[in-house]
């Protein structure tokens, strides 16, 4: 069964940064690298919107709010993908999830806070 296990998040000034990870289990890594991995966020009452996605082959796309201060990357030998965040302002502050999808299939992890306060 796969899982997806989010961490990094926490509590943080603004202007201060954060990396997340998202480590993959019960899964191969030569299937892992097919998989396109994405992170998400959800702020109370709100909709859950996508935040920066990867696929197989690298290439990635990022939400406007966030272009320019997050990075997405993957290291396919860990099964694991990377949100690094800078530059982080108070709009930031949500419970953070990880993706993956191959195909029809998808899966979603716990989702970990980021709180961007002072």
């Known amino acids: 069964q796969v899982q997806l296990v989010e961490s990094g998040g926490g509590l943080v000034q603004p202007g201060g940064s954060l990396r997340l990870s998202c480590a993959a289990s019960g899964i191969m890594t030569s299937s892992y690298n097919s998989y396109t991995m994405a992170w998400y966020r959800q702020a109370p009452g709100k909709q859950r919107d996508l935040v920066a996605s990867i696929t197989s082959g690298g290439t990635t796309s990022y939400a406007d709010s966030v272009k320019g201060r997050f990075t997405i990357s993957r290291v396919n030998a860990k099964n694991t993908v990377y949100l690094q965040m800078n530059s982080l302002k108070p709009e930031d502050t949500a419970v953070y999830y990880c993706?993956?999808?191959?195909?029809?299939?998808?899966?979603w992890g716990q989702g970990t806070q980021v709180t961007v306060s002072s």
């Open positions: 993706k993956g999808t191959q195909s029809i299939l998808s899966y």
